[in-house]
């Protein structure tokens, strides 16, 4: 965790008011995975809106602006490499597109505000199509997605608990709660891996919808797929009263690497029972009541 930390770490002491002038953070990152670029042009924004001269404010402009640009051909994409749904490495990327919103809102550039706005919206209406209504599990997600820690071993470490807290955060669902010490130890970089659901928290607070998150969110889940982000390959949804189950048959630019993708996403809302796929399928596991009957959703490929 060492690019993720550095970057984190001075995104948290730059909503902080604080931060390093002589140190700008991620304006000369080159290379690196989907989630260091987007958590770069998030601290190289905010670094250079507090301490930067005129050519490094472009610069830094640049790369969000890049960003953006890269999530038009796939949610969590960028160049050949998709990073969507990933449970592994939300933190990062949640940490970047909130953070970039902080620091757009309080420069008041309309026009970075608007485009977190787009991707939020995206974000919580797809998450909302896998997201746990009731029982054992609710609030949780429970999905396909790149990058995985999942273990047969251990169920629960397909998911991510601060994608969890977020999702619930801005969905006012009284599910996932955290006690105030869990969100300090994130403001005070001891857990820099729930930073994500902290600058959310304080975007809530501060009056921000996240640009009409919720409402995406909502509408997601009565079947409108407006809101709907870019998705490089076809994501497929059926929920019962009883459970879901969602999966990819191919999952284009995925990780390779010893994180490999989850094809597929299974879950018992009653009991709690949750499963994860490592292999590419078109028939993944029934959900609990069946297919017959279940409501079906198709996220179409750009």
Known sequence: MGTEKDLTSTIV???H?????????GLNLQGGTPNHK????????????AFGNGEQKDKARGKVLDLFAEQKKGHYNWGDANEVLTASHYNWWGTALAALRWFARKQGDEQIVDLSSRWWRGEIALLSLVSVPSGK???NIVSPGARTRYSPSNPSSGGDTTRDVMYSLVMGLNANRKKEPWFKKAAGKEALDTVAAWIVRELLADGDDLGGAKQAGLRALDGNTN??????????VARTPEGHVAWF????????GKQKPQFSAWCHYGNG????G??????PREPPGGFTGSKRTSVEPV
């Open 13 to 15: 002491d730059l909503i």
């Open 17 to 25: 008011g604080e931060g390093n002038p002589e140190k700008p953070g």
């Open 38 to 49: 987007a958590l770069a042009a998030a601290c190289s924004y905010g670094w250079t809106r």
């Open 137 to 139: 599990l609710q609030g």
């Open 227 to 236: 809101d709907l982000p870019p998705l490089r390959d076809r994501l497929q």
């Open 249 to 256: 048959e191919t999952m284009t630019g995925a990780s390779k």
């Open 273 to 276: 029972e949750q499963e994860y």
């Open 278 to 283: 490592l292999e590419a399928t078109t028939t």
